[in-house]
């Protein structure tokens, strides 16, 4: 593998060299607008700012995947792509917990966003990856293995969807739904972690894929590690301006809070896996790319949201894996759609725009709510 460095991180974030630069003009705004307390124009521009910078950890997590193997790429770039959804999450709950009054209205949030979160990655990234993928080549290939085994873990995740809502309607116990959560929620860490063990000691060449040699990395370890982090903080601070405009957001332009949470936070806040998935997905490494959006909503389902209950548990805050009839059932109906396509460990532009026309549909009837 080739060290020399060929870019630096002036080089990437230079406007000549990525349009999407340009954009980076977006942060200032969002400070200025928070400052001046417009919150309609700071949701706007908050969102549009997380874009640029969704690509520079897009294009350092790339980088340092080159280093590794796919599958730790994969996760690198699930993990670092979510941390957007983990700040709006936790900073709506601890939101919850300083105004009781918003409780209802903040825990909405941030189970819309992680309902949002898992559908944007199994129908949204997971479809524009097959489709530009597609179009540059007739049929491309990945774990079929790795696809049954990510698709009973997502089925495992809609399980603990599927019975706290079963519960709610025929409890009669409100707080009996908030312990059933508290309790699912450490069973769902658990099988994440050894789902972690699994793949990547115990059975990891399951998902050792195929190493492409074709190409070198073009910036040095250190400069992608410091865009990684740098990117990744103003993303945080973005996304904190973010979550305290929804609510106005909200009221100012007349949308449902529902599909801002599902949709619009989730679209932008997983912009980081919608540029890196489909990047690799052009260069035919379908195995990172499936690995992103595949691996970022396991991630979502069995890490974060767990995590997000029990840090509710931990504020007094009645988070619940309680998401809604409605919720439930899209949620179910992207997952077996997902399901049914990556089982074969094949995929085509035509399977891709399957999934972004259950997207499509399931956006309408959130906007039409």
Do not use: C
Request: proline share 3%; charged share 10%.
């Amino acid at each position: 593998m080739n060290e020399t460095a060929t870019s630096s991180i002036r080089d990437v974030i230079d406007p000549r060299n990525t349009k999407l630069s340009l954009m980076l003009v977006f942060i200032p705004l969002a400070f200025y607008f928070e400052f001046e307390g417009s919150h309609g124009p700071a949701f706007i521009v908050s969102m549009l700012a997380i874009m640029p910078l969704a690509y520079l950890m897009g294009k350092a997590t790339e980088e340092i995947a080159l280093r590794t193997s796919e599958s730790i790429g994969g996760l690198l770039n699930a993990s670092f792509g979510n941390a957007v959804e983990m700040i709006i999450a936790g900073l709506a709950i601890y939101s919850a917990y300083q105004n009781p009054e918003l409780s209802e209205t903040m825990i909405q949030i941030v189970q819309a966003s992680l309902i949002g979160s898992i559908l944007g990655n199994l129908l949204l990234v997971m479809g524009i990856s097959f489709v530009w993928g597609g179009i540059h080549y007739s049929k491309q290939k990945f774990s079929s293995e790795a696809s049954q085994v990510n698709g009973s873990l997502l089925l495992l995740a809609l399980v603990s969807m599927v019975i706290p809502e079963m519960y709610y309607s025929s409890s009669t116990s409100g707080t009996a739904i908030v312990e059933l959560s508290h309790y699912t929620a450490l069973l769902l860490l658990l099988i994440y972690f050894m789902q972690l063990l699994f793949q990547f000691k115990t059975h990891s060449e399951i998902y050792a894929a195929e190493a492409h040699h074709d190409e070198v990395a073009e910036m040095s370890y250190r400069d992608s590690i410091v865009l990684l982090v740098g990117s990744t903080f103003f993303v945080a601070l973005m996304a904190e301006i973010l979550v305290g405009s929804i609510s106005h957001a909200a009221e100012e332009y007349h949308l449902p809070t529902l599909f801002i949470g599902v949709i619009l936070v989730p679209l932008f806040g997983n912009a980081a896996e919608h540029f890196t998935a489909v990047t690799v997905a052009g260069k035919n490494k379908m195995d990172l790319s499936v690995g992103i959006a595949i691996g970022s909503s396991i991630q979502i389902a069995l890490f974060v949201t767990p995590l997000m209950v029990l840090m509710g548990w931990a504020l007094g805050v009645p988070m619940t894996l309680q998401f809604g009839s409605f919720e439930t059932l899209v949620t179910f109906l992207a997952v077996l759609v997902a399901n049914f396509i990556i089982q074969d460990g094949e995929s085509n532009w035509l399977e891709g725009a399957m999934l972004l026309i259950t997207y499509g549909i399931i956006a309408l009837a959130f906007l039409l709510l």
